[in-house]
Nanobody, 121 residues
Framework: QVQLVESGGGLVQAGGSLRLSCAASGRIFSINAMGWYRQAPGKQRELVAGITSSGRTNYADSVKGRFTISRDNARNAVYLQMNSLKPEDAAVYYC???????????????WGKGTLVTVSA
């Protein structure tokens, strides 16, 4: 069994910063791509940022230059540094990862339960 647990959400004023963390635990052999998604009320879940096992990153246009994704492979963790937050960044942020278990030759996609980010104007 694999779990992804997010932390770091909260209430911040517009222009402020937050750092989200996500740690994977359980029967893990390796982790391929990891990423952060978000879903605001009444909207579809969208990709915020992704990072490959080699460190290649990609970002939604709306967060480029403000958010930075990083990972610590030794800790099976991924982070999202969010700066210059705007009210439109408010959402539930979800961690996502493609994880191979021991003895498997394919990865399974896992989701965390999400962490709420609220940005006041």
């Amino acid at each position: 069994q694999v779990q992804l647990v997010e932390s770091g959400g909260g209430l911040v004023q517009a222009g402020g910063s937050l750092r989200l963390s996500c740690a994977a635990s359980g029967r893990i052999f390796s982790i391929n791509a990891m990423g952060w998604y978000r879903q605001a009320p009444g909207k579809q879940r969208e990709l915020v940022a992704g990072i490959t096992s080699s460190g290649r990153t990609n970002y939604a246009d709306s967060v480029k230059g403000r958010f930075t994704i990083s990972r610590d492979n030794a800790r099976n963790a991924v982070y999202l540094q969010m700066n210059s937050l705007k009210p439109e960044d408010a959402a539930v942020y979800y961690c996502n990862a493609d994880i191979k278990g021991p003895g498997l030759n394919y990865a399974i996609n896992y989701w965390g339960k999400g962490t709420l980010v609220t940005v006041s104007a």
